[in-house]
């Protein structure tokens, strides 16, 4: 019998064991003030004992809300968003929230539908995650519940966003060659039409010209794969650049480089160093040299978004856009030279 009060202690037995009422209890397991620390003591005592645990339901019905996240992504398969994902789960379900999750595929008319439905189903917000960091247009705010976006930043500084910081990125991949003792550096870009290779390239120029130094030959854009890789590095190579590094913007780009300064005989790191961009592991750590890269902190940035979205839906909201640091992972393809 003892064990069954137990597992099965009620709000009213809290209180009752602490000679309190079932008002002073509730606040005293909220942490509300007004209320003395002796006696929240004792309310918390009482409930230990007894084995209390919170009815999320009636939490949620007493608050006047659900306890349920939308969450709409635009490509589950894609290797950014599914950290995010696993990233906002993390920091929802730490709060006992669920998350309702939708695929949109990138399509705007399929994702206002997502949204719609979701909120059918009562959800108290809605994570909006992109699969690439280009700005995309607010859904705007006459939803009834709190937005927020994350990877692709809105367009409308009034919401609130989530995305990592390319430019300093850029700046960082510099820093670190330079700090390994390559002056002269070259950079591979990407599709020139995503901001994530505008924005890199605008944070290299910047570390570059901190130091007095120009980029190693032309910069050329192209696909984010090893194809375009190989073949810009060709270019430099046929064009007679002197260049000791590389930078680029992805590491399907730096996998392609490698493969090209290899065929000419040259060595990774000693005579270029090479770093990469996303720190995909498949590539990263299968890379001879294993290849050292930039993390987006992609995981990071879904957990930054589920907390800033209950910020709003407990009366909290953030505006504009936070960009989150990259973080730099070294390995051997960016050695200091001795």
């Known amino acids: 019998m003892v064990e069954d009060r137990r597992q099965n202690a009620r709000l009213e037995d809290v209180a009752a064991a602490a000679g309190v009422s079932l008002a002073t209890a509730s606040k005293a397991l909220h942490n509300k003030p007004r209320i003395s620390e002796e006696t929240r003591q004792r309310v918390l005592e009482a409930a230990r004992q007894l084995n209390y645990v919170p009815n999320k339901l009636a939490q949620s019905l007493a608050r006047g809300t659900s306890g349920l996240i939308g969450l709409v992504t635009s490509d589950l398969q894609g290797r950014f968003s599914t950290p995010i994902l696993i990233g906002a789960e993390n920091e929802l379900r730490a709060q006992s929230i669920s998350v309702l999750l939708a695929n949109a595929r990138g399509d705007a008319a399929m994702e206002r539908t997502h949204v719609e439905k979701l909120l059918d189903l009562k959800v108290d917000g809605l994570l909006i995650v992109q699969r690439e960091t280009n700005p995309r247009p607010s859904l705007g705010n006459d939803w009834g519940v709190p937005l927020v976006y994350a990877y692709g930043p809105s367009t409308d500084p009034n919401d609130c966003s ?172 960016t050695l200091p030279l001795d």
């Open 162 to 333: 989530v995305t990592c910081d390319n430019v300093e990125a850029g700046r960082t991949a510099v820093n670190h060659l330079i700090s390994c003792g390559r002056h002269r550096i070259a950079i591979i870009g990407g599709d020139e039409t995503y901001t994530a290779a505008t924005d890199r390239t605008k944070g290299a120029l910047e570390a570059l010209a901190e130091f007095g130094l120009e980029p190693a030959g032309p910069i050329r854009y192209g696909r984010w794969d090893e194809n375009w890789g190989r073949a810009a590095t060709r270019l430099l190579l046929d064009q007679g650049v002197d260049f000791d590094a590389v930078v680029c913007q992805s590491d399907q780009l730096a996998r392609g480089c490698i493969d090209a300064l290899k065929q000419q005989g040259m060595k990774i790191p000693d005579d270029v160093a090479v770093i990469g961009h996303d720190n995909w592991d498949v590539l990263t750590k299968s890379s001879r040299p294993a290849l050292t890269s930039i993390d987006n902190e992609t995981e990071l940035i879904g957990r930054r978004a589920a907390h800033y979205l209950m910020d709003a839906i407990n009366g909290r909201p953030h505006h504009g856009v936070d960009y989150v640091p990259c973080r730099l992972v070294q390995r051997e393809s």
